[in-house]
């Protein structure tokens, strides 16, 4: 079964995901509506609006509803990190 990506209202849930490799060079893949913390710690991101942020103290299971183009390698220490569009 595949899902047609142009009827993705921004309101709606996300249905697709995609693991997270934080890089200081590379932007993701795709600009995800939430990242999923799988190992609690920092995130050092770039968000779409073009503003870094450091998120400190993240915990593991927590869904951040934010969207973000990078996830810097730099400043990083959560992990399995996963974004959903």
């Known amino acids: ?6 009827h993705q209202g921004s309101g709606e849930p996300a249905v697709f995901g995609f693991i997270i490799s934080p890089s200081d060079t590379d932007y993701l893949p795709f600009v995800p509506r939430a990242v999923y913390v799988g190992g609690s710690g920092t995130l050092a991101v770039l968000t779409a609006g073009g503003d870094i942020v450091i998120l400190v103290g993240t ?3 927590t869904i951040l509803p934010i969207r973000v183009i990078k996830v810097f390698a730099t400043g990083t220490t959560a992990s399995n990190l996963v974004g959903f569009y």
């Open 59 to 61: 915990l593991v299971g």
């Open 1 to 6: 079964m595949t899902v047609d990506r142009s």
